[in-house]
């Protein structure tokens, strides 16, 4: 291996600095399917512009049959998703302390819960600054335990991104990566330093153990910043993502091989997933790991469509090197035990199965070697130059002595 792919494989997937888990996750194991979206274009990233009018939209269901009283507060983060050093005056005219009232309530379910909706900004809250924010929300009767925690973005727009994707890499041609090409065009931003001011985060297809910090670019002038032939800027190109529908309880979706009932969960079990790094590769229609509740005979599936048990099965050889996890937005791109599959030496096979709502789901595998935190995708799906794959970039504005980092321009790239 060249000290070029070594560097690429040694990529730091997070924020050395970070000390505070600041990811989207869920702590109450009541909430379900929780979606954190650009309103009006759920397969877009969940990013605002200040003052553009456009709205973040947060759904959530909770397991139930009443109504919880809720409420939520937003803290302001840098860069490296830590809080900054901003006082919430600073970046919210308001209160911070809102309350979730927009709810209703399951019909016609096996499963019971309360589907609750938050859009922001609202009448209750503006936020006067880019960057990052991270929602809390909890039950007012126990404000001191969140529920959840999940993570949103406002951009000023001011900086114009450009870029390409090539499967020409500095690592190899056509083969197992991509690779990233961008200039950064400052001029309406207000940079003074475009070499030493600006962070750029890319994210590829919302992971976030893989996700790339470039400091630096490769140079730079008074008004844009090129990024080229930088180690962080090549990432495996993966597979396709795969796929699986449960909108219905009475005939079987796509993948799904079997639904029974076995109360109280329907239960649908999945074909077994076969490994695909031995050259199975096949373009397919993705949503890059996203996941849209449906529920088939509905016009209202937030609150029509069921719960059920999803069984996963998978035919990989047992390693004990490794684990294995499922990547994908219905298990908030995290590595712990509800993504984990689990080997069973009986059938030879990995399994795991998870209360979801119905719907349409992408998903794929990781490998993740034991006491590390970056996945991988060569040992189950395999790395596939056409791969069509969705890098969003970030570019954020950090000026000497500013008390925050600015989040200047957001722009989507796709492979092919």
């Not at 791969?387 to 980092?405: F, I, K, L, Q």
Request: net charge negative.
């Amino acid at each position: 291996m060249n000290r070029l792919a070594a560097l690429v494989v040694a990529a730091l997937p997070l924020w050395a600095w970070a000390v505070e888990d600041t990811s989207t996750q869920v702590y109450d194991m009541r909430v379900k399917s929780l979606q954190v979206k650009y309103e009006g274009d759920a397969l877009a990233p969940a990013v605002i512009t200040l003052g553009g009018g456009d709205r973040i939209v947060v759904d959530f269901d909770r397991l139930g049959e009443e109504r919880d009283y809720l409420r939520y507060s937003l803290t302001h983060c840098n860069a490296d998703w830590q809080p900054s050093r901003l006082v919430e005056l600073e970046y919210l005219d308001g209160f911070n302390e809102g309350i979730i009232d927009d709810y209703q309530f399951s019909r016609a379910t096996t499963v019971h819960y309360t589907h609750y909706q938050l859009a922001i900004p609202n009448e209750q809250t503006t936020l006067k600054v880019s960057g990052n924010y991270l929602l809390k929300v909890w039950d007012e009767t126990d404000p001191d335990e969140p529920l959840f925690q999940a993570r949103f973005m406002v951009t000023e727009g001011g900086a114009e991104i450009t870029g390409d994707v090539l499967a020409i890499t500095d690592v190899d041609h056509l083969d197992k990566h991509q690779q990233l090409s961008l200039v950064v065009d400052t001029e309406r931003a207000g940079v003074a330093d475009n070499y030493n001011d600006l962070i750029i985060v890319i994210t590829q297809d919302g992971r976030e153990d893989n996700k790339r910090v470039l400091l630096h670019p490769l140079r730079a002038n008074r008004t844009r910043a090129y990024y080229e032939h930088l180690p962080q800027l090549i990432f495996p190109a993966g597979n396709e993502y795969r796929r699986f529908e449960t909108v219905s309880t009475y005939y079987p979706g796509m993948r799904v091989a079997d639904i029974g009932f076995y109360d109280p969960y329907y239960n649908f079990t999945l074909d077994t997933d076969q490994q695909r790094s031995d050259g199975r590769y096949e373009y397919d229609q993705t949503q890059y790991g996203r996941y849209t509740i449906r529920e088939y005979n509905s016009t209202e599936s937030d609150i029509d469509a069921d719960y059920g048990v999803v069984h996963f099965t998978l035919d990989y050889p047992y390693r004990d090197d490794v684990d294995i996890f499922i990547d994908s937005d219905a298990f908030q791109r995290r590595f712990d035990p509800e993504s984990r599959m689990v080997y069973n030496r009986a059938t030879g096979l990995w399994h795991r199965s998870a209360l979801l709502k119905q719907g349409n789901y992408n998903y794929q595998y990781l490998a993740v070697p034991r006491g590390s935190m970056l996945g991988s995708t060569a040992e189950v799906e395999g790395d596939y130059y056409p791969t069509r794959n969705e890098y969003v970039v970030y570019v954020y504005h950090r000026a000497p002595g500013s008390r925050y980092d600015r989040l200047i321009g957001v722009t989507p790239l796709y492979s092919f």
